[in-house]
């Protein structure tokens, strides 16, 4: 079955600072990855989605970025946070385009 | 252009009390309908899920939900609810793309 890590579990940045999420996946390969960020209280945004390697597409205009640069590896990143980018980030997967399958999250806080 | 609403934002109910969480989907293609819970800090983990066949389909931890086509309707029912019941629930549907569409979420508090 599949697994999905991500790293780390919380951060805590000041604005304007770099960021970088990762999200590594097992068990399966040629898998469809996603970035999703959830506000407090609030629902699920796609952020972005990869259905290979190097291919990105994003869904919403930001300062954010992702890159796929292995099948099992998927990465979010920022030149500099803002305090908007504050969030539960969720990676997750899906094959054959059933349900999808949802890592344990990375709280970021953007002070 | 496709797109999921859950009515309720919070529902309280006692313990062992019947519950349902609604869900209204739209869309031009056919969909698949997910039910999905998450625990404080956590990631989402699936109840249950529509692909075709029977309408009414059962997920996991006692949880039930039926398809309804024609009112474009996901709802999810549990005869008798417990304290660790307490979540937040999100419905979901793909059609079409690689994309999913999550509703709000619904904020299930079960009370002693």
């Known amino acids: 079955s599949q697994t999905i890590h991500q790293w780390p579990a919380t951060l805590v940045q000041p604005v304007g600072s770099p960021l970088s999420l990762e999200c590594t996946v097992e068990?399966?390969?040629?898998?469809?990855l996603y970035w999703y960020r959830q506000a407090a209280g609030r629902g699920l945004q796609l952020l972005f989605y990869?259905?290979?390697?190097?291919?990105i597409s994003s869904e919403v205009p930001q300062n954010l970025s992702a890159s796929r640069p292995q099948d099992r590896q998927f990465i979010l990143s920022s030149k500099k946070l803002l305090l908007s980018d504050s969030g539960f980030y969720l990676c997750?997967?899906?094959?054959?385009?059933?349900?999808?399958?949802f890592g344990p999250g990375t709280r970021l806080t953007v002070l | 252009a496709q797109s999921v609403t859950q009515l309720d934002s919070q529902v309280p109910v006692f313990e062992e009390a019947p519950v349902e969480l609604r869900c209204n989907y739209s869309s031009s293609v056919s969909v698949y309908l997910f039910w999905y819970v998450q625990y404080p800090n956590q990631g989402l983990q699936l109840l249950l899920k529509y692909l075709s066949g029977s309408t009414l389909v059962k997920g996991i931890n006692g949880f039930e939900a039926e398809f309804n086509k024609s009112q474009t309707s996901f709802h999810l029912r549990k005869p008798s609810v417990h304290i660790s019941d307490t979540a937040e629930y999100f419905c979901?549907?793909?059609?079409?793309?690689?994309?999913?569409?999550f509703g709000t979420g619904t904020r299930l508090k079960v009370l002693a």
């Open positions: 068990g399966t390969s040629n898998p469809n």
């Open positions: 979901a549907v793909r059609g079409g793309t690689y994309k999913y569409i």
């Open positions: 990869s259905v290979g390697i190097g291919q």
């Open positions: 997750a997967l899906s094959v054959w385009d059933n349900e999808q399958f």
